[in-house]
């Protein structure tokens, strides 16, 4: 297996293919998607920031950084969002790899630390993430777990 961790930044051209791939995934609205990836690629910031894994041409995993992650806690920014791998490609490392390249690029661009949120108690941790506290995710009415990760760690 041969994957590729690609920034949307130098490869624009996949904007339309990876918005719909984590729309597919997530079911977030298409259109929410779309104007987060331009706003990435209109560089105006570290933030927002989109990454594909590629497979030859099939996407088979990805992640985005962004402001907040629908929750509460507005102030725990930047989150890493969307994280998926799809099944047929998963305990391959990809994940791992994903986590790895964006904390390292947030970190060239002066973010020491970035959150994120899941639904998964034993994951993250794996990668150097460690659990935060519990935030409300915006309309839900179970906390979610929040995790950091510092680049010093």
């Keep these: 297996m041969n994957c590729e961790i690609l920034r949307l930044v130098d ?24 104007e987060s990836m331009d706003d990435c690629l209109a560089g105006k910031g570290p933030v927002p920031q989109w990454y ?5 041409e099939r996407i088979v995993g990805g992640l985005g950084v962004i402001e907040n992650d629908f929750h509460d806690r507005k102030d725990l920014t930047p989150n ?6 799809e099944e047929d490609r998963r305990c391959l490392g990809i994940a791992g790899a994903m986590l790895h390249f964006v904390c390292e690029e947030m970190k060239e661009k002066g973010i020491d630390t970035l959150y994120l949120i899941t639904d998964h108690t034993s994951f993250y941790e794996r990668y150097g ?23 010093d760690a």
Excluded: N, S
């Design 52 to 56: 594909v894994v590629m497979e030859g």
């Design 80 to 85: 890493v969002c969307a994280v998926y791998v």
């Design 11 to 34: 490869r624009p051209e996949l904007k339309e293919r990876a918005a719909c791939w984590f729309h597919e995934k997530w079911r977030i609205p298409l259109e929410a998607y779309r």
């Design 129 to 151: 993430w460690e659990f935060l506290c519990m935030v409300q995710g915006d309309g839900g009415k179970t906390p979610i777990r929040m995790y950091v990760h510092r680049a």
